[in-house]
């Protein structure tokens, strides 16, 4: 079965400090690939996506992620986060066939102390 | 413009009771997707909809059931419920089916007692 793993599931980071949260997929064929953020009392929201092409992809907020497809892993990173960043981080996978679902990691609750 | 509705926002049944939950997509998206998404979990993909077709079930049993309506709107339909079906219910919406860049509702908050 397909799955989505998310390797930190709480990291705590003081302002200033840089981010990287792990994603890793189990699927071989072609995909998209994303990374919703849902901050304290919102709802789930796009930070940035992997369609194709350039391999690392720049989001909102000063995030980017790198795919790289031969370790199977789209990893969320931002040089200096802020207190604002606090926030719940999910990994979701898609595959491009007939099931375009989204396939969701189990999230990474990250905590920015200011 | 409007993003993704979702209503009601919370709501609590019993055991063996039937819910509905209704979602309105955002302006001009045609497909419409429903995830549940347990405390401590990621959202779980349950249904997609397209052209008011099934185009994607999850692993669910057929106590949950949707539909899509002309208008594009949807509805989440869970029979017999129970307690493990205590979660929040998430409708996205996306232009068009295969065009998988999905905008989620604030979803409803389903207590089962």
């Known amino acids: 079965a397909q799955s989505v793993s998310q390797h930190n599931h709480h990291v705590i980071l003081s302002e200033a400090a840089s981010l990287e949260l792990g994603c890793n997929y189990s699927y071989g064929g072609t995909v998209n690939l994303f990374w919703y953020v849902q901050y304290p009392g919102q709802h789930l929201q796009l930070l940035l996506k992997y369609f194709s092409g350039d391999p690392l992809v720049k989001g909102i907020k000063g995030f980017e992620a790198e795919f790289i497809k031969s370790k199977f892993s789209f990893n969320l990173r931002k040089p200096s986060v802020q207190w604002s960043d606090t926030a719940e981080y999910f990994c979701a996978v898609s595959r491009m066939d007939s099931s375009y679902k989204l396939i969701f990691g189990s999230g990474t609750r990250l905590l920015v102390r200011p | 413009d409007a993003g993704v509705t979702q209503s009601p926002t919370h709501l609590i049944k019993t055991r063996g009771q039937h819910v509905t939950l209704r979602c309105s997509p955002i302006?001009?998206?045609?497909?419409v997707s429903w995830y549940q998404q347990v405390l401590g979990q990621g959202p779980q993909f349950i249904f997609q909809?397209?052209?008011?077709?099934?185009?994607g079930r999850g692993n669910f049993p057929d106590r949950f059931s949707a539909r899509q309506f002309p208008n594009y709107s949807s509805e989440l339909n869970v029979n017999a419920l129970l307690l493990g079906d205590s979660a929040l219910y998430l409708c996205?919406?996306?232009?068009?089916?295969?065009?998988?860049?999905?905008?989620f509702g604030p979803g409803t908050r389903l207590t089962v007692l």
């Open positions: 909809y397209y052209e008011k077709e099934e185009r």
């Open positions: 302006s001009g998206h045609k497909s």
């Open positions: 996205a919406s996306s232009l068009v089916f295969g065009y998988n860049e999905q905008f």
